[in-house]
Structures are given as structure tokens and as C-alpha cells.
């Protein structure tokens, strides 16, 4: 994803995106079709590695598989312990945005680096648990913070509001950044995601657990929009 993509996500406006994390995963193509068919258009796909988190998802194969079939951006959040090892990887199966945990990680300013010289976007998560100072070094070197309102590892977890209060506290230090916000969003938590100031809201088992993908994705779109989005 490069710098006009990002822009164009960032002026686009607030916009939702599933995670596919609890979906069908024998059906994964047929659950992306109707995520799609759903009103989404950037798909979020959490790698884990049974290290960094105690829970193991899936890698490169699945990416590229999602990658052959589907031109929706792909939003890849690493919850794993050696990013660097698999970003090029990552970046060579089609990821058009790569999130690195801070807690992960011992130089994130490098990492960042590295990361954007592959030419994909580059965000950086942060769990409930860890000090948000942790980002300091490294805000002016990512694209995205994504503030994890629950600690990474599952999905269906309940909403940290301390996640609140960092979206906006980082909104009032830079309001270009693209803000991201995972983690037990919901039609209630939505908006006050947005009136801090998110710009893009990563919803897994709101939707997933649905039967109707469609209404499910209205009803936090409209939660969403209902909200007054913080000042940039
Ligand atoms: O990063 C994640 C967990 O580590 C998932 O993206 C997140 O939890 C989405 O699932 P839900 O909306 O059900 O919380
Ligand atoms: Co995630």
C-alpha cells in the first residue's frame, strides 16, 4: 500500500473492517465474499504464532490464498514475536499493511523501517497492559497505531475503554495519524471509538457471530456515523 493508498483510506473517511479470525475458515473465500457483498472493503487478518500470544492462526498461505481471490486491501495485524522475520514474506503473499506489536519488538524505530522499505503501509499495536510512552520513539515512524482494546490472542474478548482514551490522546498529539481501534467493537463501542477520534474500527465477532453480515455491518455503520468523528 503505498502513500496515495493510505492517504486515500485516511480521506475516504471512518470505515469498518472485519476480522476473519472467528469466520468459517473452511468457507473462507465464500465469508469474504459475503463480508464483501456486506458493504466492507478492507479485510483484517490477524497472524498469530502460539509465541507472542497463546493462540496460533494461520501465515503466508492463507494471505496469498485471500490475495489470488480478492482485491480488497489486506490489513495484516502480526501478533508475533519476530516480525522482521516474516514481513518481506508477508509483503511478498500480497499484505498491503503491516502491524508489529511494540511489546514484541526491542527497536521499533528499525523495525518500522524496515517494514515501510518493503513499500507497504506500517502500523504499530499496542495492548491495554503496555504504556502508551512505549510508542513515543517510533510515532513519527509508522503510518497507523493500532490500539488494541483487548489483549491480542483471541477474538469475542470484552472491550478495554482504556483504549478510549489513548485514541484520543494520541489524536490530539498527531492528528495525521491513522488511527485503528481492535477489540470487542461493537454497535455501542463504536462510537465512542469514533467521537475520540478513530478513523478505522477492526470488528470481528460482532459481525461473524451474525447471521446477517449485512445488517450487522449497518448497524455499526450507522453506530459509526451517528457518532461526531474527533476533530483531526
Ligand atoms: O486482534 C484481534 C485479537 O487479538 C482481533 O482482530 C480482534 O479481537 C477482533 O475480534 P473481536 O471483534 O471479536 O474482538
Ligand atoms: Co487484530
Same mark, same amino acid.
Do not use: W
Given at each position: 500500500?503505498?502513500?496515495?493508498?493510505?492517504? %486515500?483510506?485516511?480521506?475516504?473517511?471512518?470505515?469498518?473492517?472485519?476480522?476473519? +479470525?472467528?469466520?468459517?475458515?473452511?468457507?473462507?473465500?465464500?465469508?469474504?465474499?459475503?463480508?464483501?457483498? #456486506? /458493504?466492507?472493503?478492507?479485510?483484517?487478518?490477524?497472524?498469530?504464532?502460539?509465541?507472542?500470544?497463546?493462540?496460533? =492462526?494461520?501465515?503466508?498461505?492463507?494471505?496469498? /490464498?485471500?490475495?489470488?481471490?480478492?482485491?480488497?486491501?489486506?490489513?495484516?495485524?502480526?501478533?508475533? %514475536?519476530?516480525? +522482521?522475520?516474516?514481513?518481506?514474506?508477508?509483503?511478498? #503473499?500480497? @499484505?498491503?499493511?503491516?502491524?508489529?506489536?511494540?511489546? $514484541? *519488538?526491542?527497536?521499533?524505530?528499525?523495525?518500522?523501517?524496515?517494514?515501510?522499505?518493503?513499500?507497504?503501509? *506500517?502500523?504499530?499495536?499496542?495492548?491495554?497492559?503496555?504504556?502508551?510512552?512505549?510508542?513515543?520513539?517510533?510515532?513519527?515512524? *509508522?503510518?497507523?497505531?493500532?490500539?488494541? %482494546?483487548?489483549?491480542?490472542?483471541?477474538?469475542?474478548?470484552?472491550?478495554?475503554?482504556? @483504549?478510549?482514551?489513548?485514541?484520543?490522546?494520541?489524536?490530539?498529539?498527531?492528528?495525521? +495519524?491513522?488511527?485503528?481501534?481492535?477489540?470487542?467493537?461493537?454497535?455501542? =463501542?463504536?462510537?465512542? $471509538?469514533?467521537? @475520540?477520534?478513530?478513523?478505522?474500527?477492526?470488528?470481528?465477532? @460482532?459481525?461473524?457471530?451474525?447471521?446477517?453480515?449485512? $445488517? #450487522?455491518?449497518?448497524?455499526?455503520?450507522?453506530?459509526?456515523? %451517528?457518532?461526531?468523528?474527533? $476533530?483531526?
Amino acid at each position: 500500500m503505498n502513500r496515495a493508498q493510505l492517504d %486515500s483510506i485516511r480521506d475516504a473517511g471512518p470505515a469498518i473492517l472485519p476480522s476473519v +479470525l472467528n469466520c468459517d475458515f473452511g468457507n473462507l473465500m465464500a465469508e469474504v465474499d459475503r463480508l464483501r457483498e #456486506a /458493504g466492507t472493503e478492507i479485510l483484517h487478518l490477524d497472524v498469530m504464532d502460539g509465541h507472542f500470544v497463546p493462540n496460533l =492462526t494461520f501465515g503466508m498461505p492463507i494471505v496469498e /490464498g485471500l490475495r489470488r481471490h480478492t482485491d480488497m486491501p489486506l490489513d495484516v495485524h502480526l501478533m508475533i %514475536s519476530d516480525p +522482521l522475520a516474516y514481513a518481506k514474506p508477508m509483503v511478498d #503473499a500480497g @499484505a498491503d499493511l503491516l502491524t508489529f506489536h511494540v511489546e $514484541a *519488538v526491542k527497536d521499533p524505530v528499525d523495525v518500522a523501517g524496515k517494514i515501510s522499505d518493503l513499500g507497504v503501509g *506500517v502500523g504499530v499495536a499496542i495492548n491495554p497492559g503496555t504504556p502508551l510512552s512505549d510508542l513515543d520513539v517510533c510515532l513519527d515512524c *509508522v503510518d497507523m497505531v493500532l490500539v488494541m %482494546s483487548v489483549e491480542a490472542g483471541f477474538g469475542g474478548q470484552s472491550f478495554n475503554p482504556v @483504549a478510549i482514551d489513548r485514541i484520543r490522546e494520541l489524536r490530539s498529539r498527531r492528528p495525521e +495519524l491513522l488511527l485503528e481501534i481492535d477489540g470487542g467493537i461493537n454497535t455501542s =463501542t463504536i462510537g465512542l $471509538a469514533r467521537e @475520540a477520534g478513530c478513523d478505522l474500527f477492526v470488528v470481528g465477532s @460482532a459481525i461473524i457471530s451474525s447471521d446477517d453480515y449485512t $445488517a #450487522a455491518v449497518s448497524d455499526l455503520t450507522e453506530a459509526m456515523m %451517528s457518532a461526531n468523528g474527533g $476533530a483531526r
